[in-house]
């Protein structure tokens, strides 16, 4: 099945630094590959993803790139501010009837001021 | 708020108990989840639900019972749980099984303490 790594486990950055969070899979067949930001005492939300087809996609101060040949995608944030301060997941979707989901372990970013 | 609620936001129950936990989502989705958040683990898959229909039950314990009476509401039944049990509850829910549409939609999960 589908292993996703996920590093650093924790990251602390300035305001206004950027910030990069790395991840890797196993499964050549994953074709989607969203990231979700959890505040705390909330459920994690979709900030951005990335379908397999496409090598980089930005949304503002967000942005996430996919190298297939290598299997692995990473989240950039830049000017980063202290609401961005939370945990990250990377997820990795296969292609399958089923589309099984596997996530990785998390970031927790905090960004100082 | 995300669309997705559930309740209640907390719970602490002892062994003996039995409980359940609510999901309730008006987005139009037809799949929804169950996941469960331990600390320093993925998110666990626990059941999946599409159009009203079990689809997955990831060798969760019987202790755990879902219900899934129509698109918008989901269950989780608990009954004679254990200490490690403890953990958030997170309610999901997506376009179609899957979520390769428009990933999850979360809701704000349920912390349960088992004592």
């Known amino acids: 099945g589908e292993n996703v790594e996920q590093h650093p ?3 602390s950055v300035q305001e206004g630094d950027s910030a990069v969070i790395k991840c890797t899979y196993s499964d050549s067949a994953s074709n ?3 990231w979700y930001k959890q505040e705390l005492g909330k ?3 979709l900030i951005i993803d990335i379908r397999s087809n496409v090598g980089e996609k ?3 101060r967000i942005a996430v ?3 297939k040949t290598a299997k692995h995608f990473s989240l950039h944030i830049t000017e980063t501010q202290p609401e961005d301060s939370a945990v990250y997941f990377c997820a990795a979707t296969d292609s399958g009837g089923y589309q099984k989901v596997t996530f990785g372990t998390g970031t927790k970013l905090q960004v100082i001021p | 708020e995300t669309g997705v609620t559930q309740t209640p936001r907390h719970l602490v129950m002892g062994m003996t108990n039995k409980k359940s936990l609510k999901c309730e989502q008006h987005l139009g989705h037809n ?3 169950w996941y469960k958040q331990s600390a320093k683990k993925p998110l666990e898959l626990m059941f999946v639900y599409s159009l009203e229909e079990r689809v997955e039950n990831n060798s969760v314990p019987s202790r755990f019972s879902p219900e899934c009476p129509n698109s918008s509401h989901l269950f989780l039944h608990l009954h004679t749980l254990q200490p490690e049990d403890s953990a958030l509850y997170l309610c999901a829910s997506s376009h179609d099984q899957g979520q390769a549409r ?3 939609t979360f ?4 912390r349960l303490t088992v004592v």
Do not use: V
Request: aromatic share 16%.
């Open chain 2, 31 to 33: 799949a929804m989840y």
């Open chain 1, 58 to 60: 930005k949304d503002q």
């Open chain 1, 32 to 34: 989607y590959f969203p």
């Open chain 2, 102 to 104: 428009s990933g999850y």
């Open chain 1, 65 to 67: 790139t996919l190298n």
């Open chain 2, 107 to 110: 809701g704000s999960g349920t």
């Open chain 1, 9 to 11: 486990s924790t990251l």
């Open chain 1, 43 to 45: 459920g994690p939300q």
